[in-house]
């Protein structure tokens, strides 16, 4: 029976007792990072959650009761339709070259974010000169900044029939002027150019940034075996970008259905001659929601694309996971 009992261990046998984990407290470090991070949140909170309030929208008949509050228009005097509000992308017979431009576009445009901005990022993070370097990242940086109206009246001032630059120097060596708001053959082309030439600059300067983060003595090392540049591109540059690379892809992929509105609306000007090759989905939503005043429209198709974006968003991300397990968004 003494077996049985349970032995004390004695003082003396050498088997101190662990002390006790103490409690983590809030300190004065993480007081500061909250700071910190307030104006982010609050931001996020206006503009990101906040706004989820009109996938209502989506579902409803808007209709406003004077005298009474949004509230009360929304949900009392409005009638739910069901997915009503959705049939209408399905009802114009050209949605299926809408659809297609927004693709096309998308994916084009995703090739070329993905490739041009690390080329350019590779090719100025090996200039000698640091002020020849800020130049560049400066000079490719500022198109960020400018909205597409400013742009689009830039791109008139060369387009423009009369007056255009392009059409005054084709006049003035014997050509004839092209007629650019009425011929829809051009515009694929310019569409791409333009998209490239005022985002590409963003996307260089993060992989800058990342390229700054390898340790150069890697790139010594591979000097001294007598690797090439190409060759240290191949072999320590690439795949040190290649979780940043994946992170870009990924993100551009949840965009593939909806397309930049003031790119294909306000460059083109509206012109009813383009509308073949420059009509997305975006810009025919807001054409039916001027025509229509249906609120519902918007947000019906707001909601359907990022629904698309966020399950294309899911699927890329598993994609990229199974080829690399280190890379992906989550």
């Known amino acids: 029976m003494a077996l049985l009992k349970k032995s004390k261990m004695p003082a003396d046998s050498g088997c101190a007792a662990l002390p006790k984990p103490k409690k983590k407290r809030f300190s004065l470090d993480d007081l500061e990072l909250t700071l910190l991070s307030l104006p982010t949140v609050a931001w996020f909170l206006a503009f990101c959650y906040v706004p989820l309030f009109g996938i209502v929208f989506a579902f409803k008949k808007w ?31 050209q949605m299926g070259n809408i ?20 080329i350019l990022a590779i090719m100025i993070s090996y200039m000698y000169s640091s002020k020849l370097r800020k ?11 400018l909205s597409w109206v400013i742009v689009s009246y830039f791109v008139y001032a060369f387009l423009s029939t009369d007056r255009g630059l392009i059409n005054s120097i084709l006049t003035s060596s014997g050509g004839e002027a092209i007629r650019w708001y009425q011929s829809p053959e051009y ?24 390229l700054t983060g390898i340790d150069k003595g890697l790139y010594e090392s591979a000097v001294i075996d007598g690797a090439t540049i190409w060759q240290q591109i191949k072999g320590i540059t690439l795949p040190l970008l290649r979780p940043v690379l ?5 993100l551009n992929v949840g965009h593939i259905f ?61 994609v990229v996971k199974r080829i690399d397990p280190e890379s992906g968004l989550f």
């Open 187 to 210: 515009w694929p082309a310019i569409l791409i150019f333009m998209n490239t030439w005022k985002t590409f600059g963003y996307s260089m300067v993060v992989y800058l940034a990342s």
């Open 63 to 93: 209709k406003m009761k004077p005298g009474k509050s949004f509230l009360y228009s929304l949900f009392v005097n409005s009638k739910w339709v069901g997915l009503d509000n959705f049939k209408f992308l399905f009802l114009n017979p």
């Open 258 to 318: 909806t397309s930049e509105f003031g790119l294909f609306y306000h460059v083109t000007r509206d012109s009813g001659s383009l509308l073949s090759v420059t009509q997305t989905i975006d810009v025919y939503v807001y054409k039916a929601l001027m025509e229509n005043n249906n609120y519902g429209y918007s947000a019906a198709t707001s909601l359907l694309q990022n629904t698309i974006g966020c399950i294309l968003i899911v699927i890329t991300n598993l």
């Open 135 to 145: 130049i560049c990242q400066t000079a490719t940086f500022l198109p960020h900044f």
């Open 246 to 250: 994946s992170i870009m892809f990924i």
């Open 99 to 118: 659809i297609r431009n927004t693709l096309v576009y998308n994916i084009i445009f995703l090739i070329i974010g993905v490739t041009l901005p690390v």
